[in-house]
Nanobody, 126 residues
Framework: QVQVVESGGGLVQTGGSLRLSCVASGRLFSHYPMGWFRQTTEKEREFVAAISWTGGSTLYADSVKGRFTISRENAKNTVYLQMHSLKPGDTAIYYC???????????????????WGQGTQVTVSS
């Protein structure tokens, strides 16, 4: 059974930092790209960042470029999202997911991902 569990969310002031973690199991983690997405009650799920299975290629939404960094530790089946200079607009539930295709490249499309976790809430106060 494939499982994805996010953690690390919380309440932070504007300009603060958080690091999200996503631990996956039940699949050969090291051979799949991983993605981070976020969602609020007002917006549909939106792409945040993705990383290739080797970690050598990353992709970011324009809104987070330069502030967020995605990374992975295949030995720990874990993908991270380091977030700096947080803004109230970053407030959302953050989800990670496996890419659907083994060995595929990074993609910003949520339809290219499966096995979503329950999410972790990030709240940025002004």
């Amino acid at each position: 059974q494939v499982q994805v569990v996010e953690s690390g969310g919380g309440l932070v002031q504007t300009g603060g930092s958080l690091r999200l973690s996503c631990v996956a199991s039940g699949r050969l983690f090291s051979h799949y790209p991983m993605g981070w997405f976020r969602q609020t009650t007002e917006k549909e799920r939106e792409f945040v960042a993705a990383i290739s299975w080797t970690g050598g290629s990353t992709l970011y939404a324009d809104s987070v470029k330069g502030r967020f960094t995605i990374s992975r530790e295949n030995a720990k089946n874990t993908v991270y999202l380091q977030m700096h200079s947080l803004k109230p607009g970053d407030t959302a539930i953050y989800y990670c997911a496996f890419a659907r295709r083994f060995g595929s490249t990074t993609s910003p499309l949520s339809s290219e991902y499966e096995y979503w976790g329950q999410g972790t809430q990030v709240t940025v106060s002004s």
